[in-house]
């Protein structure tokens, strides 16, 4: 019979362990505070941000600032952008219930927090072949294996990719592709950042009957610009 650890080490162990939990549950309050003092007031939004772990999709020499406001770098010359953003995105979306187009998958947190918020399906799509890969492999590493996460020109998403009840638009557009406003069913609805004067703002579209309702709210959102093509490289 092999001997165990002695007492002293068994129960240091579990002490450590036991302060890294409750650190990481103060540090993911902390977060989610932070997230209602700068407006975010859904409560299922916050409750899908709290339980899904930035830190897992942020670069690993970014991992320290996962749970603060920021964007982040990735790969590719592209960034993730700052929770506060991506919330407010969401609360917009209502992504309950709804089959998700997702132009621009980055680090695929923004889809796990689809999923997490009841989304039947997510079709992610990506330009760059090193994001799509990174984010699967952390999307199946959490369990997100509903997503489904492709290569593809988001401005152009191909045709066997079906209708949408929801599009989110991760990136800032000029105008509003009309390959993308084709994609929504009936009563559908598309959430992005929408180029104006004043900076980019948030731009809901819903899909009435008698053809695309816009609302360009006054929300400014620090998001980058969505970029047409499959790039060449990386």
Do not use: H
């Not at 650190?23 to 409560?43: I, K, S």
């Not at 009840?165 to 950042?193: H, K, M, Q, S, Y």
């Amino acid at each position: 019979m092999s001997a165990g650890p002695p007492d002293g080490e068994s129960g240091t162990e579990s002490v450590r362990e036991s302060g890294e939990a409750s650190a990481g549950a103060v540090e993911t309050a902390a977060f989610v505070l932070g997230l209602r003092a700068r407006g975010v007031r859904d409560a299922a939004v916050l409750g899908a941000m709290e339980r899904v772990p930035r830190e897992a999709f942020a670069p690993l020499a970014f991992r320290d600032l996962a749970r603060r406001d920021l964007a982040l770098p990735l790969p590719c010359g592209q960034t993730m952008t700052a929770p506060s953003v991506i919330a407010t995105m969401l609360a917009a979306l209502t992504p309950q219930g709804a089959r998700v187009l997702e132009i621009g998958t980055g680090s695929g947190y923004a889809t796990a927090l689809l999923l997490r918020l009841g989304a039947a399906e997510v079709v992610s799509l990506e330009r760059y072949a090193t994001l799509a890969r990174n984010a699967r492999s952390r999307l199946d590493a959490l369990g997100f294996d509903a997503a489904m996460v492709a290569l593809a020109d988001g401005y152009a998403p191909p045709d066997e990719a079906g209708g949408f009840d929801r599009i989110l638009v991760n990136g800032t557009l000029r105008d509003l592709p009309e390959g993308l406003l084709a994609r929504l069913n009936p009563g559908g609805r598309l959430v992005g950042a929408l180029t104006t004067p004043a900076g980019p703002r948030l731009v809901a579209i819903a899909q009435e009957a008698d053809g695309p309702w816009r609302q360009v709210r006054e929300t400014p959102l620090r998001i980058g610009p969505l970029t047409p093509g499959l790039a060449a490289a990386l």
